[in-house]
């Protein structure tokens, strides 16, 4: 989108016109804006739970609605069919045919290893330290995904990190 031009010139007799290639869409960006004044608002507190939670819910609320109804996006736990458990996982895409195993009063839930598609770890910023503490969150996520599938096999659980804000930039890890 031109940078003279603002979401609202792209309507046309109240319908949305499609953005041209290389252009932000309009819906994209308030949706971006709406997550990041979230997670602002969630910066005022001083509790580190209430923090990471709201950088999980917007993006959680995001991958909902534009996710084909084929996914189910949630917190919690995976399986492993040997009985191992992995740790916390902020985000788990997971393969809405196959059912959950269990659902917690928090809302988290725990998902056979089989539905898990992908993991996010969920950051509202970031520094290197953090960076370091996602790669070994991100092996022991691999540990037990591992009695099943070697590491960037098909079927291996994708992993990724998502951040709002970062203090990183082109620096070597």
């Keep these: 989108m031109p940078a003279d031009q603002s979401p609202k010139q792209t309507m046309k007799a109240g319908m949305m016109l499609k953005p041209k290639h290389g252009e932000v869409n ?12 979230e997670v602002d608002k969630a ?6 739970q209430i923090i990471g939670a709201n950088g999980e819910i917007p993006l959680r609320g995001f991958l909902t609605r534009y996710l084909p109804s084929m996914f189910k996006v949630a917190t919690g736990k995976f399986i492993t069919p040997s009985g191992t ?10 393969d809405s045919r196959y059912p959950l195993l269990s659902h917690h009063a928090d809302g988290s839930v725990t998902a056979m290893m089989h539905s898990v598609i992908c993991t996010v770890e969920v950051k509202v910023s970031i520094n290197r330290r953090e960076m370091l503490g996602i790669k070994k969150h991100h092996d022991t996520i691999f540990q037990p995904n591992s009695e099943q599938f070697p590491r960037y096999i098909y079927g291996s659980i994708l992993s990724h990190a998502f951040c709002y804000r970062s203090s990183l930039q082109d620096q070597k890890l």
């Design 85 to 94: 458990l992995s740790p916390q996982i902020d985000i788990m895409l997971l």
């Design 43 to 48: 910066l005022q507190t001083e509790n580190a």
């Design 26 to 37: 309009p819906v994209f960006l308030n949706e971006e804006r709406s997550m990041i004044a």
